[in-house]
């Protein structure tokens, strides 16, 4: 990889993939891999899915891309199915490439015509590769939540309740990332997360789900926010919307259309028809499969099979169809992460923690198989620990 400038802060562990196919990944000795990171929580229909596939090759023969002045109703109609399962009735969507993009846009057209707006998140939320996002020195407030053993859904622990007492009143809108916690699966609890939400709304703020990872299915709901019971004014989609394909979301509520009249926002890959019509049959997939349910359903054995390894220094989490499992020790978990690829099995490190967010359409057996690899690796790799 010369001729490719090495800047994602992530090592190359497989240099030649050539072929895919559902949960598994080729490279160019025909070795197989199980993409248990479904490519960075994109792929959550699996790879090469044979009807994402057949509709983008319908679009290339038709309309791919159209620019601002010109549209198609295919476009108007992905927008439809995608308000139809957010919830926003009668709001309006458009449609970008990136999560990035589906989370700045929603954030400008929040303080859109505030004159010093002030984003809340909770401490470490991950929300894009841009700036704009990441350097949070002035007009972000972040919000110290930590795990926490007393906190429940109807409880907020002293801790949490002081620190509520310090948000400021001036935030325009609160960005939330219901459940992927900056990529390490971390849940926080019901009750703090309706306070923070009426806190803000109270003031006149908004709402953002940052849905990114937790939407489409991810969790066992459509969005990771219907854990929380709470109405979001704007969703932010990408990543498996689309498949694989590059496209994102910005789903705004007919109340906050209202206040947008003047608001401007405008990039070249806009309302493209060929990433709407991948994210409609995205969404037309997931239904036809019943795919939510089933991954509810996955969801509560995958996890039981995890907890299985859990001792006093391994500890699991998740939600639908991701998981955590920290080790309490980096080194520990990197040996556990190379010798996974190194027997063909694909899933994100972070620190001490392993990742999985596997397809929502693996199955059992494929699950069994990974859970059987991974059980013997820990059992060799901890027998002293
Ligand atoms: C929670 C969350 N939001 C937003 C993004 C940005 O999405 P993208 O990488 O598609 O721009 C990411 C990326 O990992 C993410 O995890």
Known sequence: MKNILDCTGHKL???NILDSNGVYLFDAQGKRYMDLES???????????????????KQLDSIMHAGFCYSSEIVDNAAKSILSVTGLKNGRCVFLSSGSEAVEILRQAARHSVKTPKT??????????????????????????KNCEECTDSIICDLHSEALNNIPEDVTEFIFEPGSDAGLVGFPPKALIQKIASLVRSNGGKIIANEVTTGIGRTGKWFGYQHYDIKPDMIALGKGIGNGYPVSVAVFSENTTSELDTFKYSQSHQNDPMGAAV????????????????????????????????????????????????????KTAEKIYS??????YIVCNRGSFLR????????EDEYGEFITTLSSIVDREMIFT
């Open 39 to 57: 490519g960075i929580w994109c792929t959550s229909l699996g790879h090469k899915n044979v009807r994402i596939n057949n509709v983008i090759k």
């Open 13 to 15: 562990k497989i240099l």
């Open 339 to 344: 010798e996974l690829i190194e027997s063909g």
């Open 120 to 145: 809340l998140v909770l401490h470490n939320a991950e929300l894009g590769a841009y700036d704009s996002l990441t350097d949070r020195k002035h007009g972000w407030y972040g919000f110290e939540w």
């Open 279 to 330: 994210a409609n049959e995205v969404i037309n997939i997931i239904k036809d499969r019943d795919l939510i349910k089933d991954a509810a359903r996955k969801g509560k054995i995958f996890i039981s099979q995890l907890k299985s390894l859990e001792r006093s220094n391994i500890k699991i989490r998740g939600r639908g169809l991701m998981f955590a499992i920290d080790f309490m020790n980096e």
């Open 356 to 363: 999985i967010d596997p397809p929502l359409t693996i199955t």
